[in-house]
């Protein structure tokens, strides 16, 4: 099957007759794997010339689905602990302090982990809102 055949077939939408017969030269597949910093994909590359395109591309697109998730993942955890220090240090300030304003919670959710670590070292020598705003802003 040539390149027009195979648009034909894909214009036609008759994926299935693509599948298995178009081949992607084994050194191309590694350029592109180089290109796309998915060097993953070629450890366990059969040693034949020609590669079936279409489990190429289903490697590559695995490999990403796979970089997806693991960024997913760190984003998450990183995420889900900045929204625990928030939610301990409104606690610790509510405490310390009673009912807090609408403005100091907010300035909470906005704060980045920095200046909520910086908050956090200084919980003890805070004696009101504006001890508070100094900190985190």
Do not use: W
């Not at 190429?56 to 490999?63: I, L, N, V």
């Not at 900045?82 to 300035?107: A, C, F």
Request: glycine share 8%.
């Amino acid at each position: 099957m040539n390149k027009q055949e195979a648009i034909q077939e894909m214009y036609k939408g008759n994926y299935e007759g693509l599948h298995r017969r178009i081949k992607m030269n084994r050194d191309n597949f590694i350029y592109a794997a180089i290109i796309t910093g998915s060097l993953d994909l070629i450890r366990d590359l059969p040693e034949e010339d020609e590669i079936d395109m279409c489990e190429g591309m289903e490697r590559m697109a695995e490999g990403f689905r796979s970089e997806g998730r693991e960024q997913g993942i760190l984003v998450g955890k990183s995420e889900g602990k900045l929204e625990e220090k928030r939610s301990t240090l409104k606690e610790q300030l509510e405490i310390k302090l009673g009912t807090i304003s609408n403005n100091l919670e907010l300035q909470l959710t906005n704060a980045t982990l920095e200046k909520l670590n910086i908050l956090t070292r200084n919980i003890f020598n805070i004696t009101n809102e504006e001890d508070v705003l100094k900190i985190i802003n």
